[in-house]
């Protein structure tokens, strides 16, 4: 696992709150928050794939959001932050922050991954 100097270094100021530091961009403000193209999401720090656009859908929320996360890639975290009960998500693989997951999305799952973009990287789908 990096340090975070070595993320200060590789992120901007802005993903480096966001992944490191646990902050939330403002809602709508995200570059996949309305990003429909098919491929995998990736965690910006370290690269490991955490969701797929299969599983991605608009909930109105403000920030990018998924039923499912790719199996074995999200930790799962008790947030009491801000006078509220929440599970924040994490990579597995690194801890960099992603956002929160909640039990108010869609079938099959009914779970909404509440995902900041600066937390995300994308990789298309190759069209072999």
């Known amino acids: 696992?990096?340090?975070?100097?070595?993320?200060?270094?590789t992120l901007s100021d802005d993903?480096?709150?966001?992944?490191?530091?646990?902050?939330?961009?403002?809602?709508?403000?995200?570059k996949y928050y309305d990003h429909w193209l098919a491929g995998n999401y990736h965690c910006a720090c370290c690269q490991?794939?955490?969701?797929?656009?299969?599983?991605k859908f608009q909930s109105?929320?403000?920030?990018?959001s998924f039923y499912q996360a790719i199996e074995n890639a999200i930790l799962?975290?008790?947030?009491?932050?801000?006078?509220?009960?929440?599970?924040?998500i994490k990579c597995q693989q690194c801890d960099s922050h992603?956002?929160?997951?909640?039990?108010?999305?869609p079938e099959p799952t009914f779970r909404r991954y509440c995902v900041?973009?600066?937390?995300?990287?994308f990789t298309p789908s190759s069209d072999d």
């Open 60 to 64: 109105h929320c403000g920030w990018p």
């Open 98 to 105: 992603l956002g929160h997951v909640f039990d108010d999305g």
């Open 48 to 55: 490991s794939a955490l969701f797929s656009s299969q599983h």
């Open 1 to 9: 696992m990096a340090s975070d100097d070595k993320y200060k270094e």
């Open 76 to 88: 799962y975290k008790d947030d009491h932050s801000h006078n509220m009960v929440r599970v924040e």
């Open 116 to 121: 900041n973009s600066l937390s995300l990287s």
């Open 15 to 30: 993903a480096y709150q966001v992944c490191r530091l646990g902050a939330t961009e403002a809602p709508y403000s995200g």
